[in-house]
């Protein structure tokens, strides 16, 4: 049921005096408790042993980095919304823990992401046929309701054609596209075998045009990028040469007409805002950070060169999280995800940290967003987990 509702974000918003500036509701500073954290909590409660021997191991660098993050969040102007931020990361770590030691059959898991991913395909192929959400059912999965002519809506001109980009039950259609390619990504560094094939080419397939629906550039160029990474080996071996190459010239074709999407003409110019924004940031709360949560508040202070409302984290993960956590935790969390990397080596985990790493040098999703925030602790725990992946 995790894993199903894994792409959803249905969930109870609590909106306190810090979740408005100037007067504006503020969905990243709310508090949220969602379906999948309460099932999160269930899996805690069964895997407890193996978390806290995990716990166990780490335990005097995990007090020591407790003690700077309690630093972080009490020094912060709103230690609930510090704790609650933290927690969420807290709660990635947890995840990846939890299913690095699942001993399942790999179809078995397999099976809710396929199937969640139908009703995501179902869904976004509703949205963009009639432009707006369905609700009905949809709405109990987390959907929004939103139609063209709302205001802030994700739409594009599509062969002269104005559309909106599907979000199935996401914040945003790039988030949508993010997490299908993470997806996708381990999917295709799976070693086919008997066992779940079907599942697996499904999952290939269902993540792959999801990609392509949410029309996000960045997420499509990482999809043509690592899937002919994938293909390379192929090749290189001459293996049906005339097959791998009509292959590689569908998979770009394809990609090059949903790249031919014209979005918001001002999308790269409010990023490199933020950027700037986020450097100023930075360089003002190097040691301790703004807090956990609180990188919206400092961005809130510089003025806004636009006749709406904008205000949004910086779209690059390694910025916003030095940001929040300031230099000291950010070095202190380097050191142990280096050594991590380096004994697993660039195999299985290379697909996925490419998707992650790369996407995160262009969005946020990977560090506010719920669906993708709890993907990436299920997949690298799964990648790491040697049972799993030798039964498929």
Known sequence: ???????????????????????????????VLYATDILALMLVWVYREVIFKELRKQKHFLVFLGLLVATNILASQYPVLGLYSAAKLLEIYIIYVIFSHIRVRGGTLLLPLFVGGLVQLFLALLQFHYKSSIQGIFYYL???????????????????????RPYGTFSHPNSLGGFYLLLYAFVLSLKPGNQGNFLRYGLILISSLLVLLSFSRVAIVVYVVITLIHIAPKLLKKDCLPCLIGRTGV?????????????????LEKRILLIKQSLLIIKENLILGTGFGHHLFAHAKFPNPYPHFFLQPVHNIFLLFLEQAGAVITILILIPLHKFIRKRG????????????????????????????????VIFGLMKNATFSSEE
Do not use: C
Request: charged letters at 10%.
């Open 1 to 31: 049921m995790f894993l199903f509702l894994l792409p959803t974000q249905l969930g109870k918003h609590f909106f306190l005096d810090f979740s408005y500036v100037d007067g504006v509701r503020v969905d990243y500073l709310s508090l």
């Open 142 to 164: 987390g959907e929004r309701f939103f139609t063209l002519g709302t205001a802030g809506i994700a739409k594009a001109s599509f062969f002269d054609q104005q559309i909106l």
């Open 251 to 267: 998979l770009l074709i394809v990609s090059g007409i949903f790249l031919q999407v014209e979005a918001d003409p001002l999308s």
């Open 346 to 377: 660039p195999v299985p985990f290379f697909l996925p940290l490419l998707v992650v790493l790369f996407t995160g040098l262009f969005d946020h999703y990977w560090l506010t967003l719920q669906q993708n925030m709890l993907l990436m602790g």
